[in-house]
T-cell receptor, first 113, second 113 residues
Framework: DQQVKQNSPSLSVQEGRISILNCDYTNSMFDYFLWYKKYPAEGPTFLISISSIKDKNEDGRFTVFLNKSAKHLSLHIVPSQPGDSAVYFCAASIGVSDNDMRFGAGTRLTVKP | DAGVIQSPRHEVTEMGQEVTLRCKPISGHNSLFWYRQTMMRGLELLIYFNNNVPIDDSGMPEDRFSAKMPNASFSTLKIQPSEPRDSAVYFC???????????FGQGTRLTVV
């Protein structure tokens, strides 16, 4: 049962443009959401997170938007750079005391120079 | 800190053999996770420990899979007997208690032939 879904397996954008990666979840109990970035042959690394009490969190070129009513979150990268090319995983968990984090299948982002 | 350390990085074994994957979490982290990465499902949570105690092993696919955490600095994931469909990259991650940002190891690529 996939509680966290990333329906786009891949995305290609031009350098300098905006990259938008989407994620949907089914469990309304999730209240903490994270994005991880993964390069080939490396483990995922934490990128940005958002708590359900917010609808937006920004960190430099990266912004995560949360729409609780739609059970949807998105990661915006502006402007996109070739070094952003990686697989991006969306993750969700229930409460800060519950470390049972569920991941989506990932979206492979390719930023073309 | 060296981060989460996994060994081996690569493992090739014959079907039916026992496989043991090892993980050393970041010192001071009280939660440890084992994930399996597949193309279709992304990162699947297999089991997670808190203070060396297994909290949720519902993601363990079959009885052939077992995990232990004998102390705060070491965990193993064992597959016995291994099957070709177990071929995947297995990640270990750790996080501070009551925190939700997990730090991942570089993974073990398992190939069962």
């Amino acid at each position: 049962d996939q509680q966290v879904k990333q329906n786009s397996p891949s995305l290609s954008v031009q350098e300098g443009r905006i990259s938008i990666l989407n994620c949907d979840y089914t469990n309304s109990m999730f209240d903490y959401f994270l994005w991880y970035k993964k390069y080939p042959a490396e483990g995922p690394t934490f990128l940005i997170s958002i708590s359900s009490i917010k609808d937006k969190n920004e960190d430099g070129r990266f912004t995560v938007f949360l729409n609780k009513s739609a059970k949807h979150l998105s990661l915006h990268i502006v402007p996109s750079q070739p070094g952003d090319s990686a697989v991006y995983f969306c993750a969700a968990s229930i409460g800060v005391s519950d470390n049972d984090m569920r991941f989506g299948a990932g979206t492979r982002l390719t930023v073309k120079p | 800190d060296a981060g989460v350390i996994q060994s081996p990085r690569h493992e090739v074994t014959e079907m039916g053999q026992e496989v043991t994957l090892r993980c050393k979490p970041i010192s001071g982290h009280n939660s440890l996770f084992w994930y399996r990465q597949t193309m279709m499902r992304g990162l699947e949570l297999l089991i997670y420990f808190n203070n060396n105690v297994p909290i949720d092993d519902s993601g363990m696919p079959e009885d052939r899979f077992s995990a232990k955490m004998p102390n705060a600095s070491f965990s193993t994931l064992k597959i016995q007997p291994s099957e070709p469909r177990d071929s995947a990259v297995y990640f270990c991650a750790s996080s501070k208690d009551r925190g939700t940002e997990a730090f991942f190891g570089q993974g073990t690529r398992l190939t069962v032939v």
